[in-house]
């Protein structure tokens, strides 16, 4: 192999779900694109239970959102110490119809809209209840197209 040869990343998704593995996992995406010169789009994946708390009215909608808008916000705030470009979604992470919908889909589907070359995901498990990625680690680690780094 070529010394010399590089590796091209553009674009470094990092999925994250309000926990503090994915906050961490966040500033990983940070630091891979801040080295290579490329933009993080950070994707806040909504949990089983949000998702059908909403369905049901028992979760407000515009409380998810703030939740995932300051979040995302924080992870914006981080790369503003680089030079780091941040683009933010957010998508739920499970289907009451749809049995292939689930996290770990939802982080490869997104990687392939946003064009993304590595993959930065959380897979320490914790004791929040926030947790999805965890779960969704070892999916992604088996499917990916992209260099995957779970941190």
């Known amino acids: 192999m070529d010394e010399h040869a590089a590796v091209t990343v553009e ?14 996992a966040a500033e990983y995406a940070i630091t891979v694109a ?9 994707l806040f994946v909504l949990s089983r239970e949000v998702v059908l708390g909403m369905d049901a009215g028992a979760v407000a909608e515009v409380d998810v959102a703030e939740t995932a808008r300051e979040f995302l916000a924080d992870v914006v705030a981080h790369a503003e110490t680089t030079d780091v470009a941040v683009s933010t979604s957010t998508a739920h992470g499970f289907s009451p119809v749809r049995k ?20 930065v995901i959380p897979r320490e498990p ?26």
Do not use: C, N
């Open 126 to 151: 914790s004791l929040e209840a926030a947790e999805v990625l965890e779960k969704a680690a070892e999916y992604v680690l088996g499917y990916a197209s992209q260099p995957v780094l779970s941190v």
């Open 100 to 119: 292939t919908h689930h996290p770990g889909s939802v982080v490869l589907d997104t990687a392939d809209e946003v064009g993304a070359d590595f993959i």
């Open 34 to 42: 801040d080295r290579y010169d490329a933009r993080v789009h950070a």
């Open 11 to 24: 674009t470094v998704l990092a999925p994250v779900d309000g926990s503090e593995a994915s906050a961490r």
